[in-house]
């Protein structure tokens, strides 16, 4: 621990992971972390769930209006707890231990690997598709693949947080070209006067009604194409100037998102039919296929630079989040330490690495998707509970951004009525993911709030940390303001 006279209550920030670049680059960032594999894969849940296309298409728009609506909340947090830690770090701060704890279990356990693991899968399906034509990957091929695109993107981000927050950039404006593609394309079938599909007779037309629990699980899917709105909020010690930054960034990129999301869908229903769609496993690749003739190659290439800038985005921010818990307490110290040298926390990253390549072992894209979404929402509605009993709790706090109160309102309404028929529609998926989440509260009264643990115990963590081998192999050092997990 630092002496006396050195110790602060304020936070220390471990690396500079944001260079001081202008509003542009965050708005890159925040885009670039929310555009990833969702929009590629997520179409098809949509419109399995929804049961028609114009249901679809509503989805979406309403799913980019909820995305809104929590960013509001999420901005108001991020400048009032100025935290790097997301989700976890608000609810530390308003609720406590236990509840910050339990969302951290759910996040390094479930929410990131899991995402990590259907972006990863979606890059190899879309890279293997132009070669395996007529069939599906195999299944090796695939794991194989999404595997070596994780420990190469883990080597980038532990190498350098220059070089990964440049591809980060770079492939976010590759993205957008990917989907500028599809939405052109898609405009000039639509001028040509294909267009059959959406007109609201054909587009609202139903074999069948979906129910209340089917509509939810729509919402989850498309749900999973948002998720990453909250991402500079991860980060927040690391934005220059975040008062003003944070929410610019986060008041443009949800709008954009929910645009071009929009319009790629319409692209997508103006030149295949639902038929076509929900029997492809590449959509994007379906699409150029029938369009773009021998330039459709274009497509799987810009997909799969598409989920590589996504890989790289959810890597750097979940490393983060076990940094954000360790300096809690709440994860091992081995979890905050970093490369003396180029400032990235090392362990973190390959902790979140392995968390993924075993989740890519036993999962299947759209069950992965239904399971991390529940969770994902269920800490969204959590962390936007707490804003109001933040409220209450200190209302004479400044808060130099304050919501109209019907805006978590409003948005914990619709997060109750998804999570609750979610849960009748899918009860195995997301009763296991509860499952695990609770079974943080045995760890952490073990782990955390037990404090007289043997003598022993300290004795030999304190050698671990000073002389352990890893130490030296990855040249890391720890930050001194650490408290120590008691594990």
Same mark, same amino acid.
């Given at each position: 621990?630092?002496?006396?006279?050195?110790?602060?209550?304020?936070?220390?920030?471990?690396?500079?992971?944001?260079?001081?670049?202008?509003?542009?680059?965050?708005?890159?960032?925040?885009?670039?972390?929310?555009?990833?594999?969702?929009?590629?894969?997520?179409?098809?849940?949509?419109?399995?769930?929804?049961?028609?296309?114009?249901?679809?298409?509503?989805?979406?728009?309403?799913?980019?209006?909820?995305?809104?609506?929590?960013?509001?909340?999420?901005?108001?947090?991020?400048?009032?707890?100025?935290?790097?830690?997301?989700?976890?770090?608000?609810?530390?701060?308003?609720?406590?231990?236990?509840?910050?704890?339990?969302?951290?279990? %759910?996040?390094? &356990?479930?929410?990131?690997?899991? /995402? !990590?693991?259907? @972006? =990863?899968?979606?890059? $190899?399906?879309?890279?293997?598709?132009?070669v395996f034509s007529n069939c599906v990957p195999p299944y090796m091929a695939t794991r194989m693949l999404s595997a070596?695109?994780?420990?190469?993107?883990?080597?980038?981000?532990?190498?350098?947080?220059?070089?990964?927050?440049?591809?980060?950039?770079?492939?976010?404006?590759?993205?957008?070209?990917?989907?500028?593609?599809?939405?052109?394309?898609?405009?000039?079938?639509?001028?040509?006067?294909?267009?059959?599909?959406?007109?609201?007779?054909?587009?609202?037309?139903?074999?069948?009604?979906?129910?209340?629990?089917?509509?939810?699980?729509?919402?989850?899917?498309?749900?999973?194409?948002?998720?990453?709105?909250?991402?500079?909020?991860?980060?927040?010690?690391?934005?220059?100037?975040?008062?003003?930054?944070?929410?610019?960034?986060?008041?443009? %990129?949800?709008? &954009?998102?929910?645009?071009?999301? /929009? !319009?790629?869908? @319409? =692209?997508?229903?103006? $030149?295949?039919?639902?038929?076509?769609?929900?029997?492809?496993?590449?959509?994007?690749?379906?699409?150029?296929?029938?369009?773009?003739?021998?330039?459709?190659?274009?497509?799987?290439?810009?997909?799969?630079?598409?989920?590589?800038?996504?890989?790289?985005?959810?890597?750097?921010?979940?490393?983060?989040?076990?940094?954000?818990?360790?300096?809690?307490?709440?994860?091992?110290?081995?979890?905050?330490?970093?490369?003396?040298?180029?400032?990235?926390?090392?362990?973190?990253?390959?902790?979140?690495?392995?968390?993924?390549?075993?989740?890519?072992?036993?999962?299947?894209?759209?069950?992965?998707?239904?399971?991390?979404?529940?969770?994902?929402?269920?800490?969204?509605?959590?962390?936007?509970?707490?804003?109001?009993?933040?409220?209450?709790?200190?209302?004479?706090?400044?808060?130099?951004?304050?919501?109209n109160l019907l805006v978590p309102v409003c948005y914990l309404m619709f997060w109750a009525l998804l999570l609750g028929?979610?849960?009748?529609?899918?009860?195995?998926?997301?009763?296991?993911?509860?499952?695990?989440?609770?079974?943080?509260?045995?760890?952490?009264?073990?782990?955390?709030?037990?404090?007289?643990?043997?003598?022993?115990?300290?004795?030999?963590?304190?050698?671990?940390?000073?002389?352990?081998?890893?130490?030296?192999?990855?040249?890391?050092?720890?930050?001194?303001?650490?408290?120590?997990?008691?594990?």
């Open positions: 621990m630092l002496p006396a006279d050195r110790q602060t209550d304020k936070p220390t920030p471990i690396v500079t992971s944001l260079p001081p670049y202008s509003l542009i680059m965050y708005l890159l960032f925040s885009s670039g972390n929310i555009i990833g594999s969702g929009i590629f894969i997520s179409p098809k849940g949509v419109l399995e769930h929804s049961g028609s296309v114009g249901l679809a298409l509503v989805v979406w728009l309403l799913g980019g209006c909820i995305a809104a609506l929590g960013s509001l909340c999420y901005a108001e947090l991020g400048v009032t707890i100025p935290k790097s830690g997301g989700d976890y770090s608000y609810v530390t701060e308003i609720f406590g231990g236990l509840m910050g704890f339990l969302l951290l279990w %759910s996040a390094v &356990l479930i929410m990131y690997p899991t /995402t !990590l693991a259907v @972006i =990863a899968l979606t890059f $190899s399906n879309y890279v293997l598709q132009p070596t695109c994780l420990l190469l993107l883990t080597w980038v981000n532990c190498s350098s947080v220059r070089m990964a927050t440049r591809i980060q950039d770079i492939f976010t404006v590759g993205k957008l070209m990917a989907l500028g593609l599809i939405i052109v394309v898609g405009l000039v079938q639509i001028f040509n006067g294909h267009y059959e599909a959406l007109t609201p007779q054909v587009a609202f037309s139903l074999d069948r009604m979906p129910s209340v629990g089917q509509i939810a699980l729509a919402f989850l899917q498309a749900s999973f194409a948002f998720s990453g709105w909250n991402f500079l909020n991860y980060v927040t010690e690391e934005v220059v100037e975040p008062r003003r930054n944070l929410p610019r960034a986060i008041y443009i %990129s949800i709008p &954009l998102v929910t645009f071009v999301y /929009t !319009l790629t869908n @319409i =692209a997508y229903f103006s $030149s295949m039919s639902p038929e076509e769609l929900l029997s492809s496993n590449a959509v994007a690749v379906t699409f150029g296929e029938k369009l773009l003739g021998m330039f459709s190659v274009i497509m799987p290439i810009s997909v799969a630079l598409s989920t590589f800038g996504g890989i790289n985005g959810y890597l750097f921010t979940s490393s983060r989040l076990c940094f954000s818990g360790a300096r809690e307490g709440h994860l091992p110290s081995l979890l905050a330490m970093i490369h003396y040298k180029n400032c990235t926390p090392i362990p973190a990253l390959l902790v979140c690495c392995a968390a993924t390549i075993v989740i890519l072992c036993i999962g299947e894209t759209h069950n992965l998707i239904n399971y991390v979404s529940f969770i994902n929402y269920l800490s969204y509605g959590v962390t936007i509970a707490g804003l109001l009993y933040y409220r209450w709790k200190k209302p004479n706090l400044y808060r130099p951004i304050k919501v028929f979610s849960l009748y529609s899918e009860p195995v998926v997301c009763g296991v993911g509860l499952v695990i989440m609770l079974t943080g509260v045995p760890v952490y009264f073990l782990g955390v709030h037990w404090k007289e643990k043997p003598k022993c115990i300290y004795n030999f963590i304190g050698k671990f940390l000073k002389n352990g081998w890893w130490k030296y192999f990855f040249c890391i050092i720890p930050c001194l303001t650490l408290l120590i997990f008691d594990f």
